[in-house]
């Protein structure tokens, strides 16, 4: 029983020996490997880096729960047990570790480029890490000590308010600098200093006429700070690109000019825009929204028309369907980056009441969501098209299962059934999309039979069957869609003979196969 405690109470002294030779390592890190070289880093670099999201909210979880535990303890009666455990701060020292890692790794990708925020971000998580590993060992050697928990809590408070920091340069390099404070309400945005929302009501006077709006600064720059700019900041400039401004488009990145005054088919920011989503050139990335059928035509149109940064709806002679464009975007206000409501009973121009998804669609939808968990939204508020992902269902959703959507099959625009066990009888079920514009089935068990009822959908323009027993004979039917841009065919039954052949029937198509 004495030795029992004796061992319970044996000062913490290899372990902390440990812990200090982590801290130098990961302190030695950015120090020994330098800038990064995202074209010469390994692909199991980049293959891990992107998993430091996943991990990062563990150690931030347990650090959190330890300093609630700690302030409850202050109230509580029960003192012997108010405290978070070693063995807990210990798992949240080492996750916070392994975060560190998976974040060096991510930064020497390439993902992000370098700014005075993701430098501080990385140095912060190295010292929020450091400041872990110190805690545990200042809880550890309280414990064995019986006695001077004051330097645990001070640690512990340390840890946390790093945390916090960190955390937030963290959240400013993926979601843009006002992350936390764009949907403020107006009281709290007085409170920091912040502009109030524009927008129709007490806060905001009516919005100008849309003939009087500056197209750039009134219509184009709101969508790009909506569904842009937070990759493209001050602190965050993916692709050397800032879209902030209009100098700094004209200006672009890596890759040139972001716009070309005049002609939009070359402006990289609509070649970008228009890519199919599962490309990986695609841009918003996975995630984030893309632009709608109505921002795409209208900036579009700006750009052909020159891409004057001052000229207004009317000096530009807006034609009626631009016009009718502009009255469907979703108002959004350039201060804050946050959509706005429109009065009731608001119409757009020509007398066109706003759109919006069918009621009565938005209820039959709403009935699918315990079956189908955020695989069914409608691609834009002011749209009755429905877009499909079965990524959170994969290999739950078989025929049967799919079955159940035919109510609302017409309305797709999107499908994606990638590596579910579905079969040609789903496809089949489609015949009656006829505004289906993308479908995925890769790694599905469809066969050419599902083909057959692809080529009844003219509007598809984006196919992907990797992994599926389609054949030459099969895909070259496709051949037959007026609009398909882009093929995929990677570890199929199709062979090099047969890709050369549908080739040559639709050289406009991009055909991937792996090669």
């Given at each position: 029983m004495a030795d029992s405690a004796r061992t319970s109470t044996r000062p913490p002294a290899l372990l902390t020996l440990v812990g200090l030779l982590t801290i130098a390592a990961m302190v030695a890190m950015p120090l020994l490997a330098g800038a990064p070289d995202a074209e010469h880093v390994a692909d199991w670099v980049k293959f891990i880096g992107p998993f430091h999201p996943v991990v990062l909210h563990l150690p931030i979880g347990i650090v959190s729960l330890a300093l609630v535990l700690e302030v409850a303890g202050v109230f509580s009666k029960n003192k012997p047990n108010s405290g978070a455990g070693s063995l807990v701060l210990g798992l949240g020292a080492a996750s916070a570790v392994v975060a560190v890692i998976a974040g060096f790794l991510l930064y020497q990708g390439g993902s992000y480029e370098q700014t005075d925020v993701l430098g501080r971000h990385l140095w912060g998580g190295i010292i929020f890490a450091s400041a872990a590993i110190v805690t545990f060992l200042a809880k550890a050697w309280t414990d064995a000590a019986g006695g001077g928990s004051w330097l645990y809590k001070l640690s512990l408070l340390g840890t946390s308010g790093v945390m916090a920091f960190s955390s937030h340069d963290g959240g400013t390099l993926s979601h843009g600098p006002d992350f936390l404070t764009k949907n403020a309400p107006a009281p709290i945005r007085k409170l920091l200093g912040l502009p109030v929302k524009e927008g129709k009501g007490k806060e905001g006077?009516?919005?100008?006429?849309?003939?009087?709006?500056?197209?750039?600064?009134?219509?184009?720059?709101?969508?790009l700070e909506n569904r842009c700019v937070s990759c493209h900041n001050p602190d965050k400039t993916k692709g050397k690109l800032r879209m902030d401004t209009y100098e700094l488009l004209v200006k672009g990145g890596k890759e040139g000019p972001a716009i070309e005054p005049g002609n939009a088919a070359k402006s990289n920011i609509i070649i970008r825009a228009e890519l199919p989503r599962d490309d990986e050139e695609s841009m918003p990335p996975d995630g984030k929204t893309p632009l709608n059928a109505q921002e795409l035509s209208v900036i579009k149109w700006w750009l052909n028309s020159g891409a004057d940064p001052a000229k207004t709806v009317a000096d530009l002679k807006a034609p009626a369907d631009i016009l009718d464009a502009i009255a469907k975007l979703e108002p959004v206000s350039l201060k804050t980056g946050t959509a706005k409501t429109e009065a009731p009973g608001h119409e757009a121009p020509h007398g066109t009441p706003a759109a919006g998804p069918d009621p009565d669609?938005?209820?039959?939808?709403?009935?699918?969501?315990?079956?189908?968990?955020?695989?069914?939204?409608?691609?834009?508020?002011?749209?009755?098209?429905v877009t499909f992902t079965a990524v959170s269902l994969r290999g739950n959703l078989d025929d049967k299962g799919f079955e159940k959507l035919t109510p609302?099959?017409?309305?797709?625009?999107?499908?994606?059934?990638?590596?579910?066990?579905?079969?040609?009888?789903?496809?089949?079920?489609?015949?009656?999309?006829?505004?289906?514009?993308m479908i995925r089935l890769s790694e599905t068990q469809v066969t050419d039979a599902a083909i057959e009822t692809l080529i009844t959908l003219p509007k598809l323009e984006s196919v992907n069957l990797y992994g599926t027993a389609v054949t030459d004979a099969g895909v070259a039917k496709l051949a037959s869609l007026p609009n398909l841009k882009r093929l995929y065919l990677w570890q199929t039954k199709v062979t090099p003979a047969?890709?050369?052949?549908?080739?040559?029937?639709?050289?406009?198509?991009?055909?991937?196969?792996?090669a």
């Amino acid at each position: 029983m004495a030795d029992s405690a004796r061992t319970s109470t044996r000062p913490p002294a290899l372990l902390t020996l440990v812990g200090l030779l982590t801290i130098a390592a990961m302190v030695a890190m950015p120090l020994l490997a330098g800038a990064p070289d995202a074209e010469h880093v390994a692909d199991w670099v980049k293959f891990i880096g992107p998993f430091h999201p996943v991990v990062l909210h563990l150690p931030i979880g347990i650090v959190s729960l330890a300093l609630v535990l700690e302030v409850a303890g202050v109230f509580s009666k029960n003192k012997p047990n108010s405290g978070a455990g070693s063995l807990v701060l210990g798992l949240g020292a080492a996750s916070a570790v392994v975060a560190v890692i998976a974040g060096f790794l991510l930064y020497q990708g390439g993902s992000y480029e370098q700014t005075d925020v993701l430098g501080r971000h990385l140095w912060g998580g190295i010292i929020f890490a450091s400041a872990a590993i110190v805690t545990f060992l200042a809880k550890a050697w309280t414990d064995a000590a019986g006695g001077g928990s004051w330097l645990y809590k001070l640690s512990l408070l340390g840890t946390s308010g790093v945390m916090a920091f960190s955390s937030h340069d963290g959240g400013t390099l993926s979601h843009g600098p006002d992350f936390l404070t764009k949907n403020a309400p107006a009281p709290i945005r007085k409170l920091l200093g912040l502009p109030v929302k524009e927008g129709k009501g007490k806060e905001g006077g009516a919005a100008r006429p849309v003939a009087e709006q500056v197209v750039y600064t009134d219509v184009v720059a709101p969508i790009l700070e909506n569904r842009c700019v937070s990759c493209h900041n001050p602190d965050k400039t993916k692709g050397k690109l800032r879209m902030d401004t209009y100098e700094l488009l004209v200006k672009g990145g890596k890759e040139g000019p972001a716009i070309e005054p005049g002609n939009a088919a070359k402006s990289n920011i609509i070649i970008r825009a228009e890519l199919p989503r599962d490309d990986e050139e695609s841009m918003p990335p996975d995630g984030k929204t893309p632009l709608n059928a109505q921002e795409l035509s209208v900036i579009k149109w700006w750009l052909n028309s020159g891409a004057d940064p001052a000229k207004t709806v009317a000096d530009l002679k807006a034609p009626a369907d631009i016009l009718d464009a502009i009255a469907k975007l979703e108002p959004v206000s350039l201060k804050t980056g946050t959509a706005k409501t429109e009065a009731p009973g608001h119409e757009a121009p020509h007398g066109t009441p706003a759109a919006g998804p069918d009621p009565d669609l938005k209820k039959t939808l709403a009935g699918f969501a315990k079956d189908f968990p955020g695989s069914l939204t409608f691609e834009s508020q002011q749209s009755s098209a429905v877009t499909f992902t079965a990524v959170s269902l994969r290999g739950n959703l078989d025929d049967k299962g799919f079955e159940k959507l035919t109510p609302v099959l017409k309305h797709f625009v999107t499908a994606d059934l990638s590596a579910t066990k579905v079969t040609d009888k789903s496809v089949a079920l489609l015949s009656g999309s006829e505004n289906l514009r993308m479908i995925r089935l890769s790694e599905t068990q469809v066969t050419d039979a599902a083909i057959e009822t692809l080529i009844t959908l003219p509007k598809l323009e984006s196919v992907n069957l990797y992994g599926t027993a389609v054949t030459d004979a099969g895909v070259a039917k496709l051949a037959s869609l007026p609009n398909l841009k882009r093929l995929y065919l990677w570890q199929t039954k199709v062979t090099p003979a047969g890709i050369d052949a549908l080739k040559k029937k639709i050289p406009n198509c991009q055909i991937v196969t792996g090669a």
